[in-house]
Structures are given as structure tokens and as C-alpha cells.
Nanobody, 125 residues
Framework: QVQLVESGGGSVQAGGSLRLSCVAS????????MGWFGQAPGKEREEVAS????????YYTDSVKGRFTISQDKWKNTVYLQMNSLKPEDTAMYYC??????????????????WGQGTQVTVSS
């Protein structure tokens, strides 16, 4: 089992910044990647950014490229998402997840993995 605890969400105005953190504990070696998934009201959950734990490869959805940066601190079993130049359309519940890195696709597959409870990000115009 892997436990994930997110923090750092909140409300900001457009153009502002937030930094999300996700601390993993438990049998973390059973997973090869961690990522952030966003779900806006009425929309499907999507993978926003993810990172391969051992190689450092990253994935970003197109809408956040150049604005968001995912990073990890392996010693602390923590993954961060630095969110800059936030837009109202970034408003969503953001979930941290741990899963398996798909090498062929360059993303983190977490449907069968572990999930945190989520942290809300609200961006006002």
C-alpha cells in the first residue's frame, strides 16, 4: 500500500502561482511514477503532469507546458507541482497519484495505482 497526502491548494487570482506538494509513504517502490491529475466540475479527470521516479522523465499536458513544473525529492518521497501564470481554466481538484510509467507513451498510468484525497485549486479572473 502507498499513502499519498497532498497540500498546497488554494484560491488565487489569474496570473498568480501555487505550489502543490504530495508526500508518499508506504510501499513506494511498488510504483515507478507519480503525477498530478486535475478534474474540473463536469469534466473528466486528466493527467496534468507526471514524473518517472527513477529516470526523471516528465509528462505535461499541452495546456500547462511552460507554466507548470513537476519535480521530486526522492529522499523525502515528495513530488511538487509548481503552478505559475495560473488561468481560470486551471481551476480543478488536483489529485496526486502513484502508478506505473509507460515508457512507450511517456506518461504515468495510475488508474490501478494509488490516489490522494485531492486539493482544490481555484483561479479567479
Amino acid at each position: 500500500q502507498v499513502q499519498l497526502v497532498e497540500s498546497g491548494g488554494g484560491s488565487v487570482q489569474a496570473g498568480g502561482s501555487l505550489r502543490l506538494s504530495c508526500v508518499a509513504s508506504g510501499y513506494t517502490s511498488s510504483t515507478s511514477c507519480m503525477g498530478w491529475f486535475g478534474q474540473a466540475p463536469g469534466k473528466e479527470r486528466e493527467e496534468v503532469a507526471s514524473i518517472y521516479r527513477n529516470g526523471g522523465a516528465t509528462y505535461y499536458t499541452d495546456s500547462v507546458k511552460g507554466r507548470f513544473t513537476i519535480s521530486q525529492d526522492k529522499w523525502k518521497n515528495t513530488v511538487y507541482l509548481q503552478m505559475n501564470s495560473l488561468k481560470p481554466e486551471d481551476t480543478a481538484m488536483y489529485y496526486c497519484a502513484a502508478g506505473q510509467w509507460i515508457v512507450s507513451g511517456g506518461y504515468c498510468y495510475a488508474d490501478n495505482g494509488y490516489w490522494g484525497q485531492g486539493t482544490q485549486v481555484t483561479v479567479s479572473s
